[in-house]
Nanobody, 111 residues
Framework: QVQLVESGGGLVQPGGSLRLSCAAS????????VGWFRQAPGKEREWVCT???????HCADSVKGRFTISRDNTKNTVYLQMDSLKLEDTAVYYC?????WGQGTQVTVSS
């Protein structure tokens, strides 16, 4: 089982940036693809980005060109760099690996 802890959320103005981190326990972290998801109030959880075991990345159209996912297997950590943030990016952000979820980190974009 993989345990995941997200961090890096906060309050930011539109157009600003944040970097989220997803720290994982376990020696086999590098064997898993890791995804970021988000859930806004009153909405279903939606996929944001994924990084595969080989380092390939994929992101939803709504964040493509603004968000970047990366991983550092030496630190058992996956990052989500979020630039040009919009009001609609406000949500709780979760990471997922091997069907395990973290507790989430709140991102609020507001002027």
């Amino acid at each position: 089982q993989v345990q995941l802890v997200e961090s890096g959320g906060g309050l930011v103005q539109p157009g600003g940036s944040l970097r989220l981190s997803c720290a994982a326990s376990g020696r086999t972290f590098s064997r898993y693809a890791v995804g970021w998801f988000r859930q806004a109030p009153g909405k279903e959880r939606e996929w944001v980005c994924t990084v595969t075991t080989s380092g390939s990345t994929h992101c939803a159209d709504s964040v493509k060109g603004r968000f970047t996912i990366s991983r550092d297997n030496t630190k058992n950590t996956v990052y989500l760099q979020m630039d040009s943030l919009k009001l609609e990016d406000t949500a709780v952000y979760y990471c997922n690996a091997a069907f395990n979820w973290g507790q989430g980190t709140q991102v609020t974009v507001s002027s």
